[in-house]
């Protein structure tokens, strides 16, 4: 039996997010994740300029978001993989690779979104498109979104895991689509509901996107809620995550004992202290001359 395929895609778009810190985010990310024992295939970003990012029909920086998105299918296609680890970037990043193996695993995929926030926005909500990945992987949203996904997923394929203080619109489309969910206290409690999903639905693969925003930003400072520049009302009215790294790594060794996981990205790295750290040095004689 030959062995599966697997590649690495890095991938440091920060323009869904509108937030220019995800790029060195998912750069330092690539740095620090093990070294590869498969193809690891950069995609090219447009790096962040002085300029603001404009709102392009509903979407802020639409043009560098789907030519990126178009990029990272070209690459996925060209190497046919069993098997994809995704390193960004904004959530957005796992819309190519997610959407490649919905169509290559079928009925037998189903999507893990580990994740505060449910990610099923459209532009009417929205200008922010690393809001809109899950909805678009469901087919929901805008256009040229869900243009990428060929084999759209049903809500009873997907699990939000970690979902803390969902809007009104967010708590409407779960329900209307029969979205499972995941308290954070069920899965700091062992994951029942996670685990019963995968049974019920025989679910044989999964995709697991893992957004960092999970985490107790209070324990794990490399987050948006930790921004060291924003005061404490910034973020009222937004859930914030409240896992600990050791409830996320339980999580995923667990439904990777009862399927196949063959998706695996992680998301909206913001080191505030290294990119702090960076634009230091930049500013200092010697070093940066």
């Known amino acids: 039996m030959s062995k599966l395929k697997t590649i690495r895609l890095v991938m440091p778009q920060w323009q869904g997010g509108n937030n220019p810190a995800?790029?060195?985010?998912?750069?330092?990310?690539?740095?620090?994740?093990?070294?590869?024992?498969?193809?690891?295939?950069?995609?090219?970003?447009?790096?962040?300029?002085?300029?603001?990012?404009?709102?392009?029909?509903?979407i802020v920086g639409r043009r560098q978001v789907i030519a990126q998105?178009?990029?990272?299918?070209?690459?996925?296609?060209?190497?046919?993989?069993?098997?994809?680890?995704?390193?960004?970037?904004?959530?957005?990043?796992?819309?190519?690779?997610?959407?490649?193996l919905a169509g290559k695993y079928q009925q037998g995929l189903g999507i893990l979104w580990i994740d505060a926030h449910p990610d099923v926005m459209t532009p009417a909500e929205f200008s922010h498109s690393h809001a809109h990945v899950l909805g678009a992987l469901?087919?929901?949203?805008d256009a040229e979104l869900t243009a990428a996904v060929t084999r759209p997923i049903s809500g009873g394929k997907v699990m939000i895991a970690g979902l803390n203080d969902p809007t009104a619109y967010e708590t409407d489309f779960i329900q209307q689509h029969a979205i499972n969910t995941c308290s954070p206290?069920?899965?700091?409690?062992?994951?029942?509901?996670?685990?019963?999903?995968?049974?019920?639905?025989?679910?044989?693969?999964?995709a697991v996107h893992f957004d960092l925003d999970v985490l107790n930003f209070r324990k794990f400072r490399s987050v948006l809620f930790a921004n060291p520049d924003s005061d404490e009302k910034t973020f009222d009215g937004i859930g914030k995550g409240t896992l600990e790294i050791d409830d996320v790594i339980s999580l995923i060794n667990q439904v990777n004992n009862v399927s196949t996981i063959v998706g695996l990205g992680?998301?909206?790295?913001?080191?505030?202290?290294?990119?702090?750290?960076?634009r230091m040095l930049a500013s200092l004689p010697l070093i940066s001359d």
């Open 69 to 100: 998105l178009k990029r990272a299918q070209s690459a996925i296609q060209l190497h046919s993989p069993d098997k994809i680890a995704v390193l960004g970037g904004d959530c957005l990043v796992d819309l190519a690779p997610f959407a490649y």
């Open 185 to 206: 206290d069920e899965i700091k409690a062992g994951s029942r509901p996670v685990l019963d999903w995968i049974e019920n639905e025989k679910i044989t693969h999964l």
């Open 138 to 141: 469901m087919g929901h949203g």
């Open 266 to 278: 992680i998301a909206e790295h913001l080191p505030w202290d290294a990119i702090n750290m960076k």
């Open 22 to 58: 995800y790029h060195f985010g998912a750069q330092l990310l690539a740095w620090l994740a093990p070294a590869a024992n498969c193809p690891v295939i950069s995609i090219p970003v447009t790096p962040p300029e002085n300029n603001p990012l404009s709102d392009e029909g509903g």
